[in-house]
């Protein structure tokens, strides 16, 4: 028996292209011995090689020697194609109908038309016995008459053309449903059907697209708000009054998969009547960090001017006992998103201020025609940088250290828990069953508050350099349902602005979490600190029984701008 091991698969030698060179045409393998060896064209970069698109050709070289026959074999639908191609050319126009779905020549090129898992045989006869060893398993000859057989199987999964499905909803009812099979054409735009949207109101876009292995979506709407999504069941809003073309899906396979995209237009008219909703601030104003303030309204704004009179922008600061109105210098509708109304006050504001805003008796009007409904004191969430410390690494207890089973592992040591309960119920310790963001929290949990328990559970300055300054910290902090703790300190250390903080649960609710705050003044931190904190019996009185627990998460940091 000849045992193969001189000659391994060679995938993607030459991915063989320009495929009209005569260069193996008549090739003849020596006679001398009797070896089994091939190339295939498979791109030799690709992640997946058996992961081609459909017509897509892979050319196969047999260079076995001492054979006496071989065949190749395709399976009904896909075809080999004639010498003579070039990559780039129409490739049906090579078919070769005349070889059917058998070869017996030692070069073929297979066109794969199929979807799904396609093969492809070689077949080759031996006057002796002989083996492969194959990178899966070895292949072996078994006896066939006089001549020894080797059947090699090629298997590729081909992926066809995209062919987007998807439905329109307006609430609970299906406006339109289009199939794969359906292919909708702009050109008979005037038998759609129409649709009616208040404005303000929306539709629903749901993408149904199975064939062939999608692995996203792009819904294009020009007239709508957002224009884009990529969202499987996408709500999509129209303010501008009029009639307009509902837009279109692109399917898209991407990532590892042979990658495609194919463009389905939605054969729907959408008509945008009047709202019969009230014209009025939705969700909450905010500060940019060019100190505009903005908001969104219930549909899109009419271009405005000479309506800043009509705005009261009330400004407090706590520590410097400022309490003014500021005048509003300018007022509009953003030039991004015409739902959005934008105000530039006349002086600086500061993200230590508390700011309301107040409209009352001006004439801004939506597309529509509606008029904006007054309102009063709404609070503006104030623009900061955010945390100065990684919420999503030891400060949100991200980082995890399989060595400490009790408590929480920092940067470069663990930190000293003291006293801890057991390795089955520790008083403190790192947590995956909770988190307020990420994976992880830091669980409390005690039977009965009847001594002190603390953590030094972050050590500041080494960590994130921390500049003079006022600070806002906080801690998200849920308490479980029964707890009837009062609440924790925060024992400074070094850190002398948090030595003496008591962090007060009165009056929060349980089963949710919920954002406790400080503010701060510190010294800069440049070397590292530390900060603990301390549950002890005098801020718990009425927990020295039952099972206390709560999770903490997300200790924060951030910079608050002193009102000058």
Known sequence: MKNIGIVSILFGLL???????????????????????????????????????????????????????????IEEGNSFLKEGFNKNDSL?????????????????HVLFRNSGFNKVRLVNKFTEKVSYNSEESPLEAFQEGDLWVIDTIFTFDVYGKLMPSFKIMQGDTEIINITKDDLPSIDDAASWPTVEVEAGSFLTYVDLTTEDRPSGRSW???????????????????????????????????????????????????????????????????????????????????PFTGEEGNFTVNVKNETTGFDQNIAVQTAGVRNDDATYLELKLAAPIYNSDVITVSYSGGSIKSTDTRDLLDFANKQVVMYSAGNILAPNSWSGFEVADA???????????????????????????????KANTGDASMRFSVDGIDKTYQIHTYGLGTIDKIPAGTYKVSFMVYLEEGNTMGGFWTWGGE???????????????????????????????????????????????NASSGRQTMYLDDFSFVELEARQ
């Open 15 to 73: 991915f063989l292209v320009g495929c009209d060179d005569d260069e193996y045409a008549d090739y003849s393998a020596p006679d001398q011995l009797s070896d089994v060896s091939w190339y295939m064209s498979v791109d030799p970069y690709s992640q997946d090689k058996y992961s081609i698109s459909s017509n897509t050709f892979i050319s196969f070289l047999d260079l076995s020697q001492g054979a006496v026959s071989h065949e190749w074999i």
């Open 92 to 108: 049906e126009l090579f078919t070769d109908e005349a070889a059917g779905l058998i070869i017996d020549k030692g070069k073929a």
């Open 220 to 302: 294009s709407v020009a007239d709508g708000a957002p224009v884009t999504s990529g969202l499987e069941s996408a709500d999509i809003k129209f303010f501008k009054l009029g009639t307009y073309p509902a837009g279109e899906i692109k399917s898209v396979r991407s990532g590892n998969l042979p990658s495609a995209n194919t463009i389905k237009i939605i054969p729907l008219n959408v008509r945008v009547i009047p709202s019969s909703q009230p014209f009025e601030i939705s969700g909450i104003i905010k500060e940019s960090i060019d100190e505009k303030i903005s908001f969104q309204v219930s549909g899109e704004l009419q």
């Open 403 to 433: 060595n400490i089973k009790k408590a929480y592992a920092g940067p470069g040591s663990s930190f000293w828990v003291g006293a801890n309960g057991t390795d089955a119920d520790p008083f403190w310790a790192r947590t995956i069953e």
């Open 495 to 541: 850190v002398i602005p948090l030595a003496s903080e008591l962090w007060s649960f009165d009056g929060l609710p349980r089963g949710e979490w919920v954002k406790m705050e400080h503010v701060i003044t510190t010294d800069a931190l440049d070397v590292k600190k530390k900060v603990s904190i301390v549950i002890n019996t005098g801020a718990n009185p």
